[in-house]
């Protein structure tokens, strides 16, 4: 490849977007867009075969997403730059600032697209941090996802909202998604297809499963009953009192994780 040549990948999983983000880069001679990619999955076989210097990766995708893209090119020896093209809340917007990651907003602008290439190209002429993997993981994990995990990444009105894990009562697994229910609102997660490894990741905080398809926060568990087949009955401390059922096998685990 031509040092001076930037190889871009697109991620977008809307043709409109990537047609228009290809037309905005088509003015800048040393950007050659070298494949696009509208999934998650394509994304990551191209970015692994084609090895770029920039990705322009968009989050909301549905199904897996663009911090999937993330977790798996973390594990490079050598993942290019990303630059997240998306709609995001500020706090989200902190998170990548705060990681010196660069994100450009929709609808993208010729201005702010040009002041984001210069920085690309600035930080290629310095010769790219050798660890830039970990700064990944590191953006990751301040997003809530990854080990370490500290927030949850969910979906609102277009927007990537962060919620700390308190704010939780719990999670379900409902058409494939894992959706999170605070006291009052329920918001479908923006990773984490299954509740197994959302439970790992919350493993050192006060989250239990109860069943196959609920994990509840113990904080917000405001009372609980024995049921019929040896079963419990919780019931939350959301404005809804969801009842949430502890199967017989969880029983056990549940009182000695509750009870003094």
Request: charge should be neutral; charged fraction near 25%.
């Amino acid at each position: 490849m031509h040092p001076d040549i930037i190889h871009t990948v697109l991620v977008d999983d809307e043709l409109p977007a990537l047609d228009e983000l290809s037309y905005l880069l088509s003015v800048h001679e040393d950007v050659k867009i070298v494949g696009t990619a509208n999934s998650a999955n394509r994304a990551v076989q191209k970015i692994n075969a084609l090895a770029p210097d920039l990705v322009f990766l968009d989050i909301q995708m549905p199904g897996k997403n663009g911090f999937h893209v993330l977790e798996e090119i973390s594990s490079m020896d050598k993942p290019p730059l990303v630059i997240f093209a998306t709609a995001f809340d500020e706090h989200a917007i902190r998170a990548f600032e705060e990681n010196a990651a660069d994100y450009i907003l929709k609808p993208i602008s010729e201005k702010r697209l040009s002041m984001s290439l210069d920085r690309i190209r600035a930080r290629i002429a310095a010769k790219q941090d050798p660890d830039a993997a970990a700064a990944l993981r590191k953006i990751l994990r301040d997003m809530g996802i990854g080990s370490g995990i500290t927030r949850i990444s969910v979906e609102h009105q277009g927007r990537i909202v962060l919620l700390a894990p308190r704010e939780v009562v719990f999670f379900s697994y409902e058409n494939r998604r894992v959706i999170a229910h605070t006291r009052d609102c329920s918001f479908p997660c923006a990773s984490d297809a299954a509740l197994d490894r959302l439970e790992q990741r919350l493993a050192k905080l006060s989250f239990f499963r109860a069943n196959r398809s609920e994990l509840v926060n113990l904080s917000h568990v405001r009372a609980y009953a024995p049921w019929f087949n040896g079963k419990y009955v919780l019931t939350m401390d959301d404005t809804k009192k969801t009842d949430v059922t502890v199967t017989k096998a969880r029983v056990k685990c549940f009182r000695a994780a509750v009870e003094l």
